[in-house]
């Protein structure tokens, strides 16, 4: 599917403006929106690349600068040290809450976007996967889905290192899909686990999936990227959202 994929909007938002990164199909008419949340780095080429493909399954793709009120818009950090430095430094800086804004905000703008139909959908890695599945307790988010979501067994996003995701799970009104590596040291066994008995004590409607694969495996550089999964992954990104996007 041939997209439209340099197209930005800077949007309000209660910590200020915060750019989005929009990638839509080229074809006339509405499709599902998805707000694909960033790792980190912010809007890297190999998350450029994902929301290409997102975009390219038949959907508008809004992708958030998460770090708007720190950086100046179109900040990419670096997949070295001091990128991956600032990063983190930033995500414990962020209060909860403005991402919890963010997110709202950006699912609002996305909602009423003219190439959208208004059904709406979150996906992130990383930072992203947290903050898609956070996004999912939005009422207006019908599925999410989330990549090795970090800091969710750890309470920890945020300013304080504090956050009450697993507390909140039963406001998730829609259906989200949690997919992780299994040799990823950032979530291990023991905290899969916590987030799964918490999913089923909350009766979330989820889909889950564990790969031999190491954090970051989307990601289309470096030598965790696993292309064959990458597929795979799609094709559930695809049936998930074919599903709950397209219903009703």
Known sequence: MILHGDETADIATASGPMRLHVLRPAADGAFPGVVLFSEIYQVTAP???LAAMVAGLGHVVAVPEVYHEYEPAGTVLAYDKPGTDRGNEL?????????????????AWLAAHPACTGRIG????????????RAAMNPAVSAAACFYATDIHSASLGQGRHDDTLQRLGEIPGEVMMTWGRQDPHVPFAGRQMIREALEAAGVRYE???LNAQHAFLRD???????????????WV??????ALRAG
């Open 91 to 107: 995500k414990y800086a962020k209060p909860l809450a403005s991402y919890d804004d963010d997110a709202r905000a950006a699912v």
């Open 238 to 243: 695809q049936a998930l959202f074919g599903r």
């Open 122 to 133: 979150t996906m992130g890695v990383c930072l992203g996967g947290h903050l898609a599945f």
């Open 208 to 210: 889950w999936h564990e």
């Open 47 to 49: 998350i450029r690349r």
């Open 221 to 235: 550089e470096g030598p965790r990227y696993d292309p064959a999964l990458f597929l795979q992954a799609m094709g």
